[in-house]
């Protein structure tokens, strides 16, 4: 049955059993490999994206529930890497092997877009689903408040522009 969705502003349309888990769509016919596969029971975040502007899990979400709606994926957040999260993400180096970083970014833009300047609890409140191996908690944390700091004008750092050294 075909399904019709816009993805990253492009409308899509895939033939696919309605109840096949949106994730699998996004990554298996679509060819979008950002999002990820974590523990399949919606429970770890790795598969956020935005449907219709709020964080939601892929996993478990069958297709047919995103007929007709906005879906973005980490490839559609910014193309280029414009987007603040993007920006702070970088700029603090937060990830360490990076697998759940398409999640916590998506969660923490839809975080930011709804609270521009999120106080700590607000950030975990939001982002205690996203799960992460490698515990980089306190980093993403930092990059919440940096991309907030971006967003409100704050200039990002290019990692590029980064010496290394101590001066």
């Known amino acids: 049955m075909p399904i019709t969705l816009k993805v990253n502003g492009k409308s899509r ?24 596969f974590g523990c399949g029971v919606s429970r770890c975040g790795a598969c956020t994206v935005h449907v219709n502007g709020v964080a939601q899990r892929t996993c478990t979400m069958p297709v047919s529930r995103a007929a007709g709606a906005e879906v973005t994926t980490i490839e559609g957040l910014s193309p280029d890497g414009a987007h603040a999260v993007q920006q702070a ?4 180096d937060v990830p360490q092997c990076g697998y759940c970083q398409a999640g916590q970014m998506m969660a923490a833009a839809s975080l ?56």
């Open 89 to 92: 993400w970088e700029e603090l």
């Open 112 to 167: 930011l877009a709804k609270t521009p300047n999120p106080t700590d609890a607000q950030i975990d409140d939001a982002l205690n689903t996203n799960l992460c191996r490698c515990a980089t908690y306190l980093r993403i944390r930092a990059a919440v408040h940096r991309a907030a700091e971006i967003k409100a004008g704050g200039a990002a750092v290019p990692a590029s522009g980064k010496s290394g050294k101590e001066d």
């Open 13 to 36: 349309t895939v033939d696919v059993p309605p109840e096949m888990p949106l994730l699998w769509v996004l990554r298996d016919e679509l060819d979008l490999k950002g999002t990820k």
